[in-house]
């Protein structure tokens, strides 16, 4: 069976999700974590999606792609330490301290979902910035600019935070079957599958109406 574009997109996203995560285990001893991610993701998943999404833009340069990827994703990420580094020291996750003002209760709520709610705190803040970083590069080719930057931020929120809670919690299990030398492989591509997956698919709503400028 041919495989659609919207198919290869998603693949696309798989693919670069894993291989950023490993190049940021190659990466990292050989410098910081935020730099290494945002060099590794921009690199790779930047230039894979440029790649794609060329056969829509055909006018999209390819290290515009990737700068404005690898940029957004370390500007994300250190925002989301920071706000790791906050809730270390105040003992209070900025989101739930958000969260407050229109659910009294929050304080009540299980430990888990509370989890879920950092997870999606990290992964709103990484794609709000990735989002802004491509949308200035979207704009110079299209003006349906502003579904992908929604699309985007929702796709970084679900996917970072359904991926990290199952592989998380899922750690126990994969270590007592494979044993400790396989469970950071098997976090990897599970994190990296999962994770593109649900991007990918979320944002290929948006990837379809990307036309042009000079066909609008």
């Given at each position: ?13 798989v ?12 990466v990292g001893?050989r ?16 230039g894979?999606?440029a ?13 515009h ?15 989301s ?21 229109f659910?009294?209760s ?15 705190g ?6 709000i ?8 590069v ?20 679900l ?11 899922g ?39 990307l ?6």
């Amino acid at each position: 069976m041919r495989m659609t574009y919207m198919r290869r997109w998603v693949l696309t996203n798989v693919l670069g999700f894993i291989l950023s995560i490993y190049a940021i285990r190659f990466v990292g001893p050989r410098g910081n974590g935020l730099s290494s991610t945002g060099l590794a993701f921009g690199l790779i998943l930047g230039g894979m999606q440029a790649s794609a999404l060329r056969q829509r833009l055909p006018q999209l340069k390819v290290w515009h792609w990737i700068v404005a990827t690898g940029l957004g994703i370390y500007v994300g990420a250190a925002l989301s330490a920071l706000a790791n580094l906050l809730q270390a020291i105040t003992s209070q996750s900025l989101l739930v301290i958000a969260l407050r003002f229109f659910l009294p209760s929050v304080d009540s709520m299980p430990s888990a979902l509370m989890w879920i709610i950092v997870l999606v705190g990290h992964g709103i803040s990484i794609g709000i910035s990735v989002g802004i970083a491509q949308v200035l590069v979207l704009r110079q080719h299209t003006s349906d600019w502003r579904l992908w930057w929604l699309m985007g931020v929702f796709g970084y929120a679900l996917g970072g935070a359904i991926a990290s809670y199952g592989i998380w919690f899922g750690a126990e299990l994969v270590s007592d079957i494979f044993g400790d030398s396989m469970v950071l492989v098997i976090r990897g591509v599970c994190f990296g599958a999962v994770s593109g997956v649900i991007y990918g698919s979320i944002t290929a709503i948006a990837l379809k109406s990307l036309r042009p400028q000079q066909q609008l």
